[in-house]
């Protein structure tokens, strides 16, 4: 369905920016539009140890997180390769409400992130 193609757009720039981040190639003021309030900041609080070497996104797959359609929330997870290990990523998408357009939703955020 479209609604869960365009969540899952936002989710694959979102977990591409948050990896950039966590290996200093952007600033974390790069995640704040789509992550929800303060996400950004525990992006920062991973890093990797000694020089490593850039992280590159592999595989994003999505799911709607619920029955309902159109789909309220979607649940995203992957792999991302540094160097020779492949390690795991996930994040829940929701709707982000817009205040002055009525509270109805024109995009999506990143609610919960991981990064293993």
């Keep these: 369905p479209a609604r869960v193609q365009s969540a899952a757009v936002c989710a694959d720039a979102a977990l591409r920016r948050g990896l950039e981040v966590v290996d200093g190639r952007r600033p974390s003021t790069h995640l704040r539009p789509l992550l929800a309030a303060g996400l ?18 592999q595989r994003v797959r999505v799911q709607p997180a619920d029955s309902g359609e159109p789909a309220s929330a979607v649940e995203v997870f992957g792999t991302y390769r540094r160097g020779r290990r492949t390690h795991a990523v996930a994040c829940r998408v929701e ?12 995009g999506w955020q990143v609610v919960a992130l991981h990064i293993g």
């Design 40 to 57: 950004a900041e525990s992006v920062l609080s991973v890093r990797p140890a000694g020089r490593a070497e850039p992280a590159t996104l």
């Design 95 to 106: 709707p982000r409400p817009e205040p002055a357009n009525g509270g109805n939703t024109t």
